[in-house]
């Protein structure tokens, strides 16, 4: 039956040259106000309505905060927004300073969310060749980048170890020339390692990072791993002792040379929450990193056992965030990473250049990935899309794509382009722009387009209800007690870079 | 069809739903295309929508509804989808005024920016300022002091 109805709105009296630069968006009664700088502001919706139409004096309490923030018309210092914008989006032409190498693809774990980046460890024609690894090091080196950290992934990277020695050694030789500062960072899961290699990596400085998916009982059943007589979980917490004693044994500094640990969030790790965290607290690992799984690439069957919605990750996060905070305020020290690095943007006047949360993405201009055969793609999400079939993301190959070619590549471009938040609908207004990062890769593989559609990508949910609750408990800290450990959460201390270089 | 009795006074919006889904027909001239198009774009998750320029000035938006579509659910559409309507359009508003200082903020930015030595040198005197003051210890590191 069709009907006809009238709707009677008011709407907001706008002073618009009595107005800074700004974006703003609704979180529960407050009024959250950003701009480019970086600069933020909370205001009841009442004062917000004020603040719009021009008449909130300098009586008021945020008169001033509003004034120096640029949020106003009056006393607008557009040079000082200046300089903080170009602080902040530094990373700009700095070109890519992740550089991915899988070394193999051949791994001796099968995990459950591992979908296209393992082959059986009986397939050594996916292991780089030498050959093969000194063009990715030449062609890496090419970055204009001052900095460069050579991730090195798999597969399970040492089975081929050779290759690992090989990279950071002829970078290092490189580099008496070249002068970047580097740094070399192996991603295992330590079931191969051996004493040997061990002992190499501590030697040369490489830093360590495993995946500790939680308590036995979550990481044995996410990480699946038919080890001599060990299960994955006993093998890798002792290969975590092993190496952060030899660290100290070496005169290192623990608090900064310690095995670093991510986990993957299954829905088994969703039911032991407050274990997995505890875990890490007991190893005296300070950052755990709450990561969802990328929801592409599975089975159905397989998503049905270990997946979920976002609404049910972000309930989890949460309850997990407040869990933390309230074991930081019992004096424990442990860090969410996915917060921290929120926490930098919002909190410092840097960008923690982290490469999946910038606009635009790192994906060709912040990383690029050589796969074990030589291809090159703009990040490793782009090369497992790959080996799940689909060609589109390659770059090239190390023998005929030089670096500027591949990193001004139309592939690359587009990314950019499908990434510049300034210039997406909805992101280009969204009071979240300053803070957050869209993802064009996990776009093309949810819906088959770079650019996606905000209100039905998982990201745009996640990243801005993950900063509403970081806002949230800031406007709640009665006593400031929450913002310290907040701010102590974005302070870094970086290791020497390339300490044996 | 909308009309505005002031500036800042109540708006009417009429809406037609057929059980299925509303339509408003929209006068561009109170509320400006992008506005229209910014808010239609919020509600891709929740409905099906359809913009159509009926005549010149007058666009019909129709929002085939996702989920429960009995009257209450389509009215509360209809509601959801005006108040995101004037919000869009106070940021057009807002856009268009404060258009070409964002344009002289970002060129100032990225377009005139001064040699290397000098942003580290700007960095250094940033640092200093801001970490001057350290009263709530969040320099300290964690092994060394109290959360």
Not at chain 1, 411 to 417: C, E, L, S
Not at chain 2, 105 to 114: H, K, L, V
């Amino acid at each position: 039956m069709i009907q006809s109805r009238s709707l009677q709105l008011r709407p907001h009296r706008v002073a618009a040259d009595q107005l800074g630069v700004f974006r703003w968006g609704r979180l529960g009664d407050r009024v959250v106000l950003t701009n480019d700088a970086g600069e933020w502001q909370l205001l009841s919706a009442a004062d917000f309505a004020t603040f719009l139409a021009g008449e909130l004096g300098p009586e008021h309490p945020a008169f001033e905060a509003l004034r120096s923030r640029g949020f106003l018309r009056q006393d607008l210092d557009a040079e000082d927004l200046a300089r903080k914008l170009r602080r902040k989006r530094r990373y700009l032409g700095a070109g890519p300073h992740l550089i991915v190498l899988i070394t193999t693809l051949r791994c001796n774990q099968s995990c459950a969310y591992c979908h296209a980046s393992r082959t059986d460890m009986h397939r050594t024609d996916t292991d780089m060749s030498l050959e093969t690894a000194k063009l990715a090091v030449d062609h890496a080196m090419r970055s204009p980048s001052p900095y460069l950290c050579f991730e090195y992934q798999g597969g399970e990277p040492t089975v081929n170890m050779e290759v690992i020695k090989f990279c950071v050694e002829y970078s290092r030789e490189k580099n008496r020339h070249e002068k970047k500062t580097l740094d070399h960072s192996v991603v295992t899961n330590m079931t191969y390692m051996t004493e040997e290699n061990a002992r190499w990596l501590v030697d040369n400085g490489v830093l360590v990072c495993t995946s500790l998916d939680g308590p036995p009982e979550v990481h044995d059943h996410n990480r699946a791993w038919s080890g001599k007589g060990a299960a994955a979980f006993e093998t890798v917490t002792r290969w975590m002792d092993w190496f952060n004693q030899a660290y100290i044994d070496k005169g290192l500094d623990p608090a900064l040379w310690h095995v670093d640990a991510l986990m993957t969030t299954t829905r088994r790790s969703m039911e032991n929450g407050k274990a997995i965290v505890d875990l890490y607290v007991q190893r005296g690992i300070r950052n755990v990193h709450l990561r969802p799984l990328n929801p592409f690439g599975f089975a159905t069957k397989t998503w049905r056992a270990i997946g979920y919605s976002m609404e049910e990750w972000l309930a989890f996060y949460e309850e997990m965030l407040d869990y933390i905070i309230e074991l930081n305020l019992q004096g424990v020290q442990i860090m969410e990473g996915t917060a921290a690095t929120f926490l930098k943007k919002l909190l410092t006047p840097d960008d923690p250049n982290f490469v999946d949360i910038r606009s635009p993405v790192g994906s060709g201009t912040g990383q690029i990935c050589y796969g074990f055969d030589g291809s090159i793609f703009p990040s490793d999400e782009g090369r497992m899309v790959h080996g799940m079939g689909d060609p589109i993301f390659r770059l090239g190959h190390l023998r005929d794509t030089s670096f500027e070619e591949a990193t001004r590549h139309p592939t690359v471009r587009a990314i950019a382009t499908a990434s510049l938040l300034d210039a997406l609908p909805q992101c280009e207004s969204c009071w979240n722009a300053p803070f957050c990062g869209v993802r064009p890769l996990h776009n093309y593989m949810m819906s088959g387009d770079l650019f996606g559609q905000r209100p039905l990508t998982p990201k745009c949910k996640q990243h801005m209800s993950m900063v509403s609750m970081l806002l949230e408990r800031l406007a709640n800290d009665t006593d400031g007690r929450v913002e310290a450990i907040f701010r102590r959460w974005t302070m870094d201390r970086p290791r020497s870079p390339d300490a044996n270089a | 069809m909308s009309s505005e009795s002031s500036a800042a006074e109540l708006q009417i919006f009429d809406f037609v739903s057929d059980g299925r889904s509303v339509r408003l027909r929209l006068d561009e001239g109170l509320y400006p295309l992008d506005a229209i198009r910014g808010a239609a774009y919020l509600f891709l998750d929740r409905c099906f929508v359809r913009l159509e320029r009926l005549e010149d000035r007058l666009v019909d938006v129709t929002l085939k509804s996702k989920g429960p579509t009995d009257d209450e659910a389509l009215g509360a559409l209809a509601g959801e989808f005006c108040n995101a309507l004037l919000d869009q359009a106070v940021r057009v508003q807002v856009a268009a005024s404060s258009g070409k200082i964002r344009e002289y903020i970002m060129a100032r930015a990225f377009f005139s920016a001064p040699a290397q030595s000098s942003i580290d040198q700007l960095l250094a005197e940033l640092d200093a300022e801001e970490l001057a003051a350290d009263d709530l210890e969040i320099q300290v590191p964690w092994e060394q002091g109290g959360a």
